[in-house]
């Protein structure tokens, strides 16, 4: 992907005036963690947090609290590691041990193609919420929609604009319907202290569909591409990777409240589209046209951030021309909406493989980087790590292994 022609070198002194960001460093900073933010708002978000909201109604505001918590302990460190070292997740495996890095490639690269293929379908559908097209028809424009930002002269900055106004509208549209919904603001804040009901498997559920994959690298690879990096920038990063996290964390709880609003209510919700129904019982026909453009902006952002993560574990930083990036990521978009369009969208059993191997990458790659923190301060330039930040890494990692064994289970019992 071509970066911004004011894009400061890998490397670069920190910019004049007390280290103050230029401007468009700061749209990109900006850009970074919209791009994470977005990438973790997919279809597969909507569809969770609809999911767990009717079935623990005000109790699942305990685990959305504890999950974004869990989120930013885990997101600090990555973002922290990769921006100061100025080395992508796989190249620094690769350093900790030959060959783990492309190890590391090979699971989220199969993740990502799969799970690019769920983005696509997902777009198709909001398309069809939206203006009522066919699905596969939606699916093929929003897919030549992504490889024109892409193939844009100024890529990077289309697509740091593209993921913050496509994430501001889908939080600003999502307000809307919870206000409309009318939902018990005041149950779901006791519940945050005193939960009614605390569901592990939907605290796990969140931090894999927030951080899990692709996702947790996103914005720290956008970093290092906008220049960011290097120990002189901590602060920048630091503010970066915990306002990703909130972002996401808005969106989620705005969702939440927005669907809360309808079941507390007691309105019915189609069991095949329990997402589409709220909105449509909050707001009728507007809110059937509001779900379309929310499902369609999570969906484009996130076939950006797949595709333009997944490429940035096989592609070198400085090794890698702009141009041969950019054909990898218009290939990557080709191939995964050339096969919704072959199958209609992800097959049940290979989502549940790409789900697997996702799962199986988020402890390997979060112990990567701490390894690095803890054992080869060398490749952080002399920079001293926080030891409250690699306790609360470390601590928040042994979920990460909960979460990989959950992601095993469901592949072998499609062999069993």
Not at 27 to 51: C, D, E, R
Not at 171 to 190: F, N
């Amino acid at each position: 992907m071509t970066q911004p022609d004011d894009a400061p070198a890998t490397g670069a002194a920190p910019p004049a005036g007390g280290g103050r960001l230029a401007t468009s460093t700061r749209s990109t900073l900006l850009g970074a963690m919209f791009l994470m933010a977005t990438s973790a708002i997919g279809p597969g978000f909507i569809t969770q947090t609809t999911t767990f909201t009717v079935q623990l109604g005000a109790a699942f505001a305990f685990a959305i609290v504890i999950s974004i918590l869990v989120d930013i302990a885990l997101q600090l460190n990555v973002w922290r590691v990769i921006g100061v070292s100025g080395r992508r997740a796989q190249e620094l495996g690769n350093l900790v041990l030959p060959g783990l890095g492309w190890v590391m490639a090979a699971f989220l690269l199969v993740g990502g193609l799969v799970f690019n293929i769920g983005n696509v379908s997902g777009a198709g559908l909001g398309l069809d919420a939206m203006l009522g097209l066919d699905p596969k028809i939606g699916g093929a424009l929003s897919a030549l929609v992504a490889i024109g930002i892409f193939l844009s002269k100024k890529a990077g900055v289309a697509v740091d604009r593209i993921v913050v106004v496509l994430g501001l509208v889908m939080i600003a549209l999502t307000t809307y319907i919870a206000i409309t919904s009318g939902p018990p603001v005041g149950q779901a804040l006791r519940n945050v202290v005193l939960p009614e009901d605390v569901s592990i498997l939907a605290i796990t559920t969140l931090v894999g569909g927030t951080i899990g994959g692709y996702i947790v690298y996103a914005g720290a690879h956008r970093l290092l591409d906008s220049g960011v990096t290097g120990p002189e920038h901590v602060r920048d990063i630091t503010r970066g990777s915990v306002t990703g996290i909130l972002i996401t964390a808005v969106m989620r709880i705005v969702l939440f409240l927005a669907i809360l609003g309808v079941v507390t209510g007691g309105a019915a919700l189609d069991p095949e589209n329990q997402a589409a129904s709220a909105f449509g019982q909050a707001a009728g026909e507007v809110g059937m046209r509001v779900f379309g453009v929310v499902l369609w902006a999570a969906a484009i952002t996130s076939v950006i951030g797949a595709s333009y993560t997944s490429v940035s574990f096989v592609t070198s930083r400085t090794g890698t021309s702009d141009r041969t990036r950019t054909l990898l990521v218009v290939g990557f978009i080709v191939v995964t909406s050339g096969a919704f369009l072959l199958i209609g969208a992800a097959p049940t059993t290979l989502l549940v493989f790409a789900g697997a191997f996702n799962g199986l990458l988020l402890p390997i790659g979060i112990a990567v980087l701490l390894w690095v923190a803890t054992r080869r301060t060398d490749l952080l330039g002399g920079y001293r790590y926080p030891r409250w930040l690699l306790s609360i890494g470390w601590v928040a990692w042994l979920l990460t292994l909960y979460l990989a064994v959950n992601s095993v289970r469901p592949v072998i019992d499609l062999f069993s």
